[in-house]
């Protein structure tokens, strides 16, 4: 490679030298000639000696002459090899004077912004009227730096084409010299970014912008509120932040699939918009949850017609996939700046009240406080400690008895979960079973207490007492996929009858998809267990559940019970209920009997077992096997 470089710089030497000789020869040649006339005629002879001048005079000459054409060659192959790149360059590139005008205009001009190269040539400063009015500021500031500082830059603009498009382009531009050091003009390179834009764009509204519903997400509100707070006064300017979270929004994925709930999220996303259009700032926070932020509050409990205006919103009819759907919700409210001065605090606030809101049946709407945040701390906490204590086996069942209502008699049990906790002593499980449920370890909680009721009754066997005990099984424990094999195995490892055990379920249980209950419910009966349906005569209770599910128990709830002296329509209901349950041979348990004269009525009305602080509270097994002996 480098004999090739030498070879090439040796042949454009001779090549030059060669011009030089040329054309000092031939330069010399006709200057000697004219000469040598000339004199001739002047001195009417022809003498020899008369050609020493000419000749050196002509040799002179032809060696200027032949400098010049070598110069002239080189400076004639520099712009050809300039233009060569520069014509053809995909870049649009330009040379232009001080005063503006256009001494050399690429022919790519044309692709980037449809002018020609006459145009550029015959209007100065073209480029100027060509920059986007929103760049204007920005390009004259640049020219001025250019032509006055004489500073090389690069600079994203926007141009508008000659047929009235925006484009992006990149212009890179720097000052040209003389060679006495003097500035004379500008050269510049444009290229055309604006798919590299488009794609920036793009990259940016992903980052800042829900793929789904297409509102801003969670880092937008950050950014957001984090603006508000910084231009806001604590003293004079108030904010809100609306917390909204739907309601078994799982188990509307769960029944028509991920497809038809993201379609629902896409349609209350609509419908926020145009609730909030002009006056709150929606986001979706991701999954089911979108918080609004609404500025320039004036009067803080305004938040709470927002947020009433919000479930109102929610809980009209939607109409997906020709199926019409109803959901509601729940609200929590943080106000800027009596619930905290930054996003962090102000969103977890928000968060906050909207579990209380949802936690507390009377209302969907709730504003923060500082209890609230000691609840989330205590919910945070608990959870730790539930999973702690699973490790720990510090879960333990207690025991209350089912009572024969005519005399007495003990007929079964209701396995209770207790936490043993070592600085709390026996924790009651309103305190920690909604929170094993909300974060999923009532699966291995449920496990663990099956597994006690088990050996309990193994146990019970062995010292010769029969007793059939009834355990509550959670609608996420019954959904379970291994459900079935994790009941089976337990039974197994303590070869007890399944017909000892019972399994009280709720209607959540049925809620989610019935069909798939009724088959999980008859593998349970083919197992040999029994089901009995809790808190019957709440909630939704439906005579369809009864029509349809392979039950053998209903255990009706305590508040009819509480109320059955002093209401006449209880008894009525009461009364139907037995009657029903007789005739389809249900066997009925009542909760929460507390005296006498509630007991006496309902054995009246042909109730047989009942269950309440009147015969037994809960107690642990040990204790309950001494009043069976007893008995």
């Known amino acids: 490679m480098f004999n090739d470089h030498v070879s090439s710089k040796r042949r454009k030497n001779n090549r030059d030298l060669f011009i030089y000789i040329k054309s000092i020869f031939f330069s010399g040649l006709a200057i000697g000639i004219v000469v040598f006339v000339q004199l001739g005629l002047v001195l009417k002879t022809f003498e020899l000696h008369y050609l020493i001048v000419p000749v050196i005079l002509a040799l002179v000459l032809g060696f200027l002459f032949g400098h010049v054409a070598v110069l002239r060659r080189h400076l004639l192959l520099k712009n050809d090899l300039f233009r060569a790149v520069a014509d053809f360059a995909q870049e649009f590139t330009y040379f232009r004077r001080l005063d503006g005008s256009y001494e050399y205009v690429s022919p790519s001009c044309v692709d980037i912004t449809g002018y020609s190269t006459d145009e550029f040539y015959n209007h100065p400063n073209l480029m100027d009227q060509l920059i986007h009015s929103a760049d204007k500021e920005r390009w004259l500031s640049h020219i001025d730096d250019i032509n006055y500082e004489g500073k090389a830059e690069s600079l994203d603009l926007r141009l508008v084409t000659k047929e009235g498009n925006t484009i992006w382009f990149n212009h890179i531009c720097g000052p040209v ?25 793009r990259i940016q509204h992903m980052a800042y912008y829900d793929p789904l519903t297409d509102l801003p997400n969670r880092r937008s509100l950050s950014k957001y509120i984090d603006e508000l707070t910084q231009a806001s006064d604590p003293n004079s300017e108030k904010f809100a932040i609306l917390f909204l979270d739907l309601d078994r929004f799982k188990n509307i994925n769960d029944s028509f699939h991920h497809e038809f709930g993201d379609h629902l999220l896409v349609e209350l996303a609509k419908r926020l918009q145009q609730c909030c259009r002009d006056r709150g700032f929606v986001t979706r926070f991701g999954g089911d949850e979108f918080v609004v932020v609404v500025p320039n509050l004036g009067d803080p409990t305004t938040a709470i017609d927002y947020a009433q205006e919000m479930i109102d919103l929610i809980e009209q009819p939607f109409i997906i996939n020709e199926k019409e759907l109803y959901i509601s919700g729940g609200v929590g409210i943080a106000l800027y700046p009596y619930d905290g001065l930054d996003a962090t605090t102000l969103i977890r606030n928000a968060d906050a009240a909207m579990y209380q809101a949802k936690k507390e049946s009377h209302t969907c709407i709730s504003l923060s406080s500082k209890e609230l945040i000691d609840d989330a701390t205590t919910f945070i906490t608990t959870e730790n400690r539930i999973r702690q204590g699973l490790v720990n086996e510090e879960f333990i069942s207690y025991f209350q008895p089912k009572v024969n209502i005519a005399n007495g008699e003990i007929v079964g049990a209701e396995a209770l979960a207790r936490w043993s906790s070592e600085d709390r002593g026996i924790v009651q499980p309103d305190e920690f079973i909604y929170i094993a449920e909300e974060t999923g370890l009532i699966i291995s909680l449920g496990s663990h207490i099956l597994e006690i009721v088990c050996a309990q009754i193994n146990h019970w066997s062995e010292q010769g007492i029969t007793l059939s005990v009834a355990v509550n099984i959670s609608s996420k424990q019954f959904a379970h996929p291994q459900f079935i094999e994790t009941v089976s195995a337990v039974i197994n490892k ?38 009995a349906v809790d808190d019957f005569g709440t909630g939704y209770s439906s005579l369809n559940y009864i029509k349809r599910l392979p039950i053998d128990t209903l255990k009706i709830d305590k508040t009819f019970a509480k109320d059955i002296l002093n209401d006449t329509r209880d008894v009525a209901i ?25 007991a006496k009525l309902l054995s ?12 037994y509270k809960a107690m642990p097994a040990e204790k309950l096997t001494s009043i069976i002996r007893k008995k």
């Open 177 to 201: 010299f003389n060679d006495a050091g003097e500035r004379i003009g500008v050269r510049s390179t444009n290229v055309n970014i604006s798919e590299r834009k488009l794609i920036e764009q």
């Open 574 to 598: 009461l009364k139907a209920i037995l009657s029903l349950c007789e005739d389809l041979k249900l066997k009925t348990v009542v909760e929460g009997v507390e005296t006498q004269e509630q």
């Open 494 to 531: 303590y070869g007890i009858q399944a017909r000892l055990l019972e399994f009280e379920i709720t209607e959540q249980v049925f809620l989610n998809d019935i069909n798939s209950a009724i088959d999980t419910l008859w593998k349970l009966k083919d197992l040999g267990i029994s089901i």
């Open 604 to 615: 009246q009305l042909g109730c047989t077992t009942a269950q309440g602080f009147l015969y």
